[in-house]
């Protein structure tokens, strides 16, 4: 039995999310299909982190293990050759079978797109959120800076959250804007469900001057999700890359990752 790695890349548009399910179409369905036939055999990927339905990925991690014996080369180009084409395997690499795609990873790192623009995109109404009122990026970069380093996270946390424990460390949060684009960037050890995109939902209420720097520290504070604004849309969420030991090498790991 060999253990490979996998990173792949998808629009989540088409999707129910990454997770398998019995009457919806899932990303890990259709990259485990596709692997399955070059494999010709069945195989079970487990990922990084899975992402909800609507979510896009830049490089999703995600390992399988097999009996059958192909090349990195084969694995790559017949898998693609099954997927449909908002789902691609960018590379395909032999692991130790002491790694995992999930508990090996040491931190996460997302990014949420808003398009901030009186009139919506045709071409990016599926790739980004979209908020037609002037938002000030900076005052929203200044409110976030609180959540940085170890805290609980219970006021951006989903009810449907099954994690035992609401704690989480946030290593890096940064918004920048580029024209009518703005960018959330976030790395963090793991994240609670729809923890990103209820930060996002809350700082744009800051950032339309709606709520106050010190509005969203207190309800960060109270860790009452109830206090908190609605979550942002899923259209805008992608998950970057998974983080992992210096030790373990994958491709494009040291590249800073580009998006529109």
Not at 24 to 42: K, L, W
Not at 72 to 98: F, M, Q, T, Y
Request: aromatic content about 10%.
């Amino acid at each position: 039995m060999t253990k490979f790695a996998t990173g792949i890349e998808y629009s989540g548009t088409a999707y129910s999310g990454w997770q398998r399910q019995k009457h919806a179409p899932s990303i890990q369905q259709h990259v485990e299909d596709a692997i399955g036939y070059v494999a010709d055999h069945r195989v079970q990927l487990v990922c990084a982190g899975r992402t909800d339905a609507g979510v896009h990925a830049l490089e999703q991690v995600a390992h399988f293990e097999t009996t059958a014996q192909r090349d990195e080369r084969a694995w790559l180009l017949g898998s693609n050759s099954r997927l449909p084409g908002d789902i691609r395997i960018k590379w395909v690499l032999a692991v130790n079978d002491s790694f995992h795609a999930r508990f090996s990873a040491i931190a996460r790192s997302y990014r949420y797109i808003i398009l901030n623009s009186p009139v919506a995109s045709a071409l990016l109404h599926d790739r980004a959120s979209w908020e037609y009122r002037p938002l000030n990026h900076q005052t929203m970069h200044e409110a976030a800076q609180v959540l940085l380093g170890e805290h609980d996270f219970s006021a951006f946390r989903a009810a449907g959250c099954q994690a035992k424990s609401a704690s989480r460390c946030i290593q890096n949060i940064e918004l920048q804007r580029q024209d009518d684009l703005i960018y959330l960037d976030i790395k963090a050890n793991a994240f609670l469900y729809h923890m990103v995109r209820n930060i996002a939902g809350s700082l744009m209420a800051v950032g339309r001057g709606e709520r106050s720097i010190e509005w969203f520290s207190s309800v960060f504070s109270s860790k009452d999700r109830n206090m908190a604004e609605v979550t942002a849309p899923a259209t805008g969420l992608y998950f970057l890359r998974a983080h992992y030991p210096d030790q373990i090498k994958f491709p494009n790991q040291a590249k800073k990752p580009v998006l529109f």
